[in-house]
């Protein structure tokens, strides 16, 4: 079964510096999907980022970029000039392609620090 | 957005007896989730399903049933609650194919006290 492990239950950092969250999974597929989500206090659950595997290009997304290492099996989350609003849950998460089925992470809570 | 709701967004009930929670989509969308999430735990799947009428079990589906008999809803019972189901529950949906693939889209929660 695939396994997604994020090594860091809590991280803190300064407004508008730099974070970058760890993500590393297990799998023996070579098609699939990755995930990183964001819950805030509101609990909502909400998509930061998507990557394909077969892509070789990292995904960004405004402040939100990826460092994909494929072979490595590592998916970890940059988020750049930090802001208030980014404190946070940030769940990752695989899903194997044709599966639909999300297997996520236990979760890092992001604190922002003023 | 996906227009995806649940209810109830809190219940209160005691050991022994039967809850339903319901989840809606507007989206027309062909898959649908239950996960719980504890702290410590991250989201688990309870049971989802592919279909109308089509539904499978998750990898923490016991004391869990579901039942989805139109594309919109899918529901999740516990037939006999216990305190080990208290937890909050998340409905989500996806549609297939496309930009969003495997992109799931989540409703906001339901906060489950079993006393």
């Given at each position: 079964a695939q396994t997604v492990t994020q090594s860091q239950p809590e991280m803190s950092v300064q407004e508008a510096e730099t974070v970058t969250l760890s993500c590393t999974y297990d799998t023996s597929e070579s098609d699939y999907y990755l995930f990183w989500y964001k819950q805030p206090p509101s609990r909502q659950m909400i998509l930061v980022i998507r990557q394909e595997a077969y892509k070789q290009q990292n995904a960004t997304e405004n402040r939100f970029s990826?460092?994909?290492?494929?072979?490595?099996?590592?998916?970890?989350?940059?988020?750049?000039?930090?802001?208030?609003?980014?404190?946070a849950m940030y769940f990752c998460a695989y899903s194997q392609?044709?599966?639909?089925?999300?297997?996520?992470?236990?979760?890092?809570?992001?604190?922002?620090?003023? | 957005d996906a227009g995806i709701t649940q209810s109830p967004r809190h219940k209160v009930t005691e050991t022994g007896t039967p809850v339903t929670l319901r989840c809606h989509q507007t989206e027309n969308h062909r898959y649908m989730y239950w996960y719980r999430q504890d702290p410590g735990h991250g989201l688990r799947l309870i049971h989802?399903?592919?279909?109308?009428?089509?539904?499978?079990?998750?990898?923490?589906?016991?004391?869990?049933?579901?039942?989805?008999?139109?594309?919109?809803?899918?529901?999740?019972?516990?037939?006999?609650?216990?305190?080990?189901?208290?937890?909050?529950?998340?409905?989500a949906s996806q549609g297939q194919g496309g930009l969003g693939a495997n992109v799931l889209t989540f409703g906001a929660g339901s906060r489950l006290t079993v006393l």
């Open positions: 990826v460092n994909f290492q494929k072979a490595a099996k590592s998916f970890s989350l940059k988020i750049s000039d930090s802001q208030l609003g980014d404190a392609g044709g599966s639909e089925k999300l297997v996520f992470g236990k979760g890092t809570k992001l604190t922002v620090n003023p | 989802y399903s592919y279909g109308v009428k089509d539904t499978d079990k998750g990898e923490v589906s016991d004391g869990y049933s579901v039942s989805r008999s139109k594309t919109e809803d899918f529901l999740l019972t516990l037939e006999s609650a216990t305190s080990s189901q208290t937890s909050v529950y998340f409905c």
